[in-house]
T-cell receptor, first 113, second 113 residues
């Protein structure tokens, strides 16, 4: 069965500091992995996805994530936080050949001026 | 823009009444989903559909039913609304060949009083 765990429901960083949001997954087969972002009172927007090509995936707004099979992780990073990055971020996993997508519980990112 | 329209966007209803949420898509995608979002739980799958009249349960399907009589419409019905069903409901689609990538609608805010 597929599942994801997001470590830390709230993360605070200073503007200009590194953003690191953690995601660990469980999957019985090679997975697809995703990060989504949600701004207040809006739907979820795809940030980036891993499907099987390069293990380092670049997304929108300067975010990237690295697939590490040995650590079953897919952490999201951004070198320098901007105030506009304040939002809630969701990690998600889907087993190949299985159409369901399972989401984590989310991490709210606060950016301090 | 994923071409998804949800209606109504906001609704207040009384306990015990039936409620139907509608999801309409314009691009003939085969796969459609209903998720609910609650603080601390992230997004949880209620039901999904893989074609007209083909639906299956997700992880939180109790108290909900769905119907898909046309490719473009996926209806979610709360048979007898309860306060625990107060939530934000998101419809989503997944294009074939997209690596199970989910694209969301804007959400429907439901309050059961």
């Amino acid at each position: 069965a597929q599942s994801v765990t997001q470590l830390g429901s709230h993360v605070s960083v200073s503007e200009g500091a590194l953003v690191l949001l953690r995601c660990n997954y469980s999957s019985s087969v090679p997975p697809y992995l995703f990060w989504y972002v949600q701004y207040p009172n809006q739907g979820l927007q795809l940030l980036l996805k891993y499907t099987s090509a390069a293990t380092l995936v670049k997304g929108i707004n300067g975010f990237e994530a690295e697939f590490k099979k040995s650590e079953t992780s897919f952490h999201l990073t951004k070198p320098s936080a901007h105030m506009s990055d304040a939002a809630e971020y969701f990690c998600a996993v889907s087993d190949r050949g299985y159409q369901k997508v399972t989401f984590g519980t989310g991490t709210k990112l606060q950016v301090i001026p | 823009d994923a071409g998804i329209t949800q209606s109504p966007r906001h609704k207040v209803t009384e306990t015990g009444t039936p409620v139907t949420l509608r999801c309409h898509q314009t691009e003939n995608h085969r796969y459609m989903y209903w998720y609910r979002q609650d603080p601390g739980h992230g997004l949880r799958l209620i039901h999904y559909s893989y074609g007209v009249k083909d639906t299956d349960k997700g992880e939180v399907s109790d108290g909900y039913s769905v119907s898909r009589s046309k490719t473009e419409d996926f209806l979610l019905t709360l048979e007898s609304a309860t306060s625990s069903q107060t939530s934000v409901y998101f419809c989503a689609i997944s294009p074939q060949g997209s690596g199970n990538t989910i694209y969301f609608g804007e959400g429907s805010w439901l309050t059961v009083v």
